[in-house]
């Protein structure tokens, strides 16, 4: 079955470090890739997403992620976090033409100022 | 526009009463589905529907029903609550065909938090 891991279930940063989340996905085929992130008491948000194309996608707020199919994986990215990217970040990932998403467990950032 | 929509935010359940959540959307999406959010375990998926009168299985079903009358809206029903089904409930919705760039994104409510004691 596929799946879609979140090694870091916890990270804690300071504000102005950089961040690497990472996502890798077991299925071998054509996927699409999305990062999500929740605030702290609301609802998921698209952060970014890849089709296709240009491997190096980026987001909203500053956020990049790097599709490397050899690799399957989507690191996310940001060279520079700050206090209010504390949040939940979550890896999905649907296969072929799917409208199905798999989610990742999730990683919890908390940036302290 | 209001987006994707839940009724109610929070419920306490007791074991054995049964309860519907309400999904709403007003994007015209065709595709719903309801999730549930469990601490270390990401979004499953419970069910979804492809179009209204249509609605299928997702990866954690057992315990649950929808039905999907109306193309805006999508319900979620418990019959009898167990306290395993306490959890973060979350709709969300999707497009049908469009641009290649808007395909499988789905927009997501603010969730509802259900407690069955």
């Known amino acids: 079955a596929q799946s879609v891991s979140q090694h870091n279930h916890h990270v804690i940063l300071s504000e102005a470090a950089s961040l690497e989340l990472g996502c890798n996905y077991s299925?071998?085929?054509?996927?699409?890739l999305f990062w999500y992130v929740q605030y702290p008491g609301q609802h998921l948000q698209l952060l970014l997403k890849?089709?296709?194309?240009?491997?190096l996608v980026k987001g909203i707020k500053g956020f990049e992620a790097e599709f490397i199919k050899s690799k399957f994986s989507f690191n996310l990215r940001k060279p520079s976090v700050q206090w209010s990217d504390t949040a939940e970040y979550f890896c999905?990932?649907?296969?072929?033409?799917?409208?199905?998403?798999?989610f990742g467990s999730g990683t919890r950032l908390l940036v302290r100022p | 526009n209001a987006g994707v929509t839940q009724t109610p935010k929070f419920r306490v359940l007791k074991t054995g009463q049964s309860m519907t959540l309400l999904c709403a959307q007003d994007?015209?999406?065709?595709?719903m589905y309801w999730y549930r959010q469990d601490p270390g375990m990401g979004l499953r998926l419970i069910h979804y529907?492809?179009?209204?009168?249509?609605?299928a299985k997702g990866e954690v079903p057992d315990g649950y029903n929808v039905s999907r009358l109306k193309k805006q809206n999508f319900l979620l029903g418990l019959e009898s609550a167990a306290p395993s089904q306490t959890s973060v409930y979350f709709c969300?919705?999707?497009?049908?065909?469009?641009?290649?760039?808007?395909?499988?994104?789905?927009?997501f409510g603010p969730g509802t938090r259900l407690t069955v004691l």
């Open positions: 529907s492809v179009g209204e009168g249509t609605t």
């Open positions: 299925y071998g085929g054509t996927v699409n």
């Open positions: 994007m015209n999406h065709e595709y």
């Open positions: 999905a990932v649907s296969k072929d033409s799917s409208y199905k998403l798999i």
């Open positions: 969300a919705s999707s497009y049908v065909g469009g641009s290649v760039l808007s395909y499988n994104e789905q927009f």
């Open positions: 890849y089709f296709s194309g240009d491997p």
